[in-house]
């Protein structure tokens, strides 16, 4: 069975600046799909990007963007100019290629706080 | 708009009662599932449906039923409800080709 671990519970970053949020996970497939989800108070579940692992390009979304390593089975989100609208918890979801129905195997969170 | 709706958004239970969440999605998706989150533990699968017409467990199942009523809906039933129950249900929909999943708001369960 695959786990994912998000070993940071909690963060804090000034407003403006840059911060990153680990993610590690274990699988023994060769082919599979990472994300980060947002959850602010509002409780919705954001997605906020995607990477396949067959791609070795780290996916970028605006401000958003990943280091991908596949060897070493880590796939942090790093967020540039904060803003205090990302203060949220994130979570790293793992999801194998194969199978009808595609589960989502997450971790258990990284509660991040934008300071003004 | 497009999207998962889940109903109700809150409930409190009494130990012993039964109710069911509902969730319906109109993006045509094949797949639902059930999560539930609880803190410190991110979101849990409880059950799954591939298509239409079939159900599977998922990681934290007891306690639950389900219905794959057609391809819109997809029920989450709790027959005995326990304090143990007491967490927040998501309800998620998916296309196939790993895309992610599309979720409801969420539904906050106390059992009391």
């Known amino acids: 069975a695959q786990t994912v671990t998000q070993s940071q519970p909690e963060m804090s970053v000034q407003e403006a600046e840059t911060v990153t949020l680990s993610c590690t996970y274990d699988?023994?497939?060769?082919?599979?799909?990472l994300f980060w989800y947002k959850q602010p108070p509002s409780r919705q579940m954001i997605l906020v990007i995607r990477?396949?692992?067959?791609?070795?390009q780290n996916a970028t979304e605006n401000r958003f963007s990943v280091n991908f390593q596949k060897a070493a089975k880590s796939f942090s989100l790093k967020i540039s100019d904060s803003q205090l609208g990302d203060t949220a918890m994130y979570f790293c979801a793992f999801m194998k290629p194969s199978g009808s129905a595609r589960q989502l195997t997450f971790g258990s969170g990284t509660q991040l706080t934008v300071l003004p | 708009n497009a999207g998962v709706t889940q109903t109700p958004k809150f409930q409190v239970l009494k130990t012993g009662q039964s109710m069911t969440l509902q969730c319906a999605q109109d993006m045509n998706h094949n797949s639902m599932y059930w999560y539930r989150q609880d803190p410190g533990m991110g979101l849990r699968l409880i059950y799954y449906s591939a298509s239409e017409g079939t159900t599977d467990k998922g990681e934290v199942p007891n306690g639950y039923n389900v219905s794959r009523l057609n391809k819109r809906e997809f029920s989450l039933r709790l027959e005995s409800a326990a304090p143990s129950q007491t967490s927040v249900y998501f309800c998620?929909?998916?296309?196939?080709?790993?895309?992610?999943?599309?979720f409801g708001s969420g539904t906050r369960l106390t059992v009391v």
């Open positions: 699988t023994s497939e060769s082919n599979y799909y």
């Open positions: 998620a929909s998916s296309e196939s080709g790993g895309y992610g999943y599309t």
């Open positions: 990477q396949e692992a067959y791609k070795q």
